[in-house]
């Protein structure tokens, strides 16, 4: 399988900074990575997708870039709704593999 | 609306078998490949099995490969994952979800492995 390693596990900050969580793949998977918000007791929400494209409805301050083995997930501007963990996952092929998650904290 | 609704978790004893159900509204059911997302208490998110459009394509995670068994009634809008020899580590929410694009979408292969949308989840605990 396909091992996804994001960092940091935990990232404290504060509203209105800008954060970056990293994941990187044991090996290439091309531009097929997808990002995920999960909030304590709810499902998972899908944020972007093909490593850099924002799902619809998804606030314009979430963006993803990367290709190959490292990927970013940034957030331009903190807001009080993104605290909440963070999931990398690919799919380039299966079986699919999630990261172990960033949670991000109020600092 | 879009939605997608389990059914069938519970506590079972290690050894026995359980079925969960998803039921999908909202969408061409019909079109879309259906996966199976767990998630272990307070760990991260594993996938768990893949079932294409009509059914002719299952995948499934080495940890619950010759153990579960995932299918689609697709005249019933619903997925199942059929889980025998059940194990402590099974133990989890396991949550439906909807891959992003129809198989009949010209951006099917770029969202294969996306999951869209989420049940509210469903929880199985295995316990003697």
């Known amino acids: 399988d396909i091992q996804m390693t994001q960092s940091p596990s935990t990232l404290s900050a504060s509203v209105g900074d800008r954060v970056t969580i990293t994941c990187r793949a044991s090996?290439?998977?091309?531009?097929?990575l997808a990002w995920y918000q999960q909030k304590p007791g709810k499902a998972p929400k899908l944020l972007i997708y093909?490593?850099?494209t924002l799902e619809s409805g998804v606030p314009s301050r979430f963006s993803g870039s990367g290709s190959e083995t490292e990927f970013t997930l940034t957030i331009s501007s903190l807001q009080p709704d993104d605290f909440a963990t963070y999931y990398c996952?690919?799919?380039?092929?299966?079986?699919?593999?999630f990261g172990q998650g960033t949670k991000l904290e109020i600092k | 609306q879009v939605q997608l609704v389990e059914s069938g978790g519970g506590g079972v004893q290690p050894g026995r078998s359980l079925r969960l159900s998803c039921a999908a509204t909202?969408?061409?059911?019909?079109?879309?490949?259906m996966d199976w997302v767990r998630q272990a208490p307070g760990k991260g998110l594993e996938w768990v099995a893949a079932?294409?459009?009509?059914?002719?394509?299952?995948f499934y995670a080495e940890s619950v490969k010759g153990r579960f068994s995932i299918s689609r009634d697709n005249s019933k809008n619903t997925v199942y994952l059929q889980m025998d020899s059940l194990r402590a580590e099974d133990t989890a929410v396991y949550y439906c979800?909807?891959?992003?694009?129809?198989?009949?979408?010209?951006?099917?292969?770029?969202?294969?492995?996306?999951?869209?949308?989420w049940g509210q989840g469903t929880v199985v605990t295995v316990s003697s």
């Open positions: 079932i294409w459009y009509d059914g002719g394509n299952k």
């Open positions: 979800v909807r891959v992003r694009e129809s198989f009949y979408s010209t951006k099917w292969f770029g969202s294969r492995g996306v999951f869209d949308i």
């Open positions: 909202g969408f061409t059911f019909s079109g879309y490949g």
């Open positions: 093909q490593a850099s």
């Open positions: 996952q690919q799919y380039y092929t299966y079986s699919y593999t």
């Open positions: 090996q290439s998977i091309s531009s097929w």
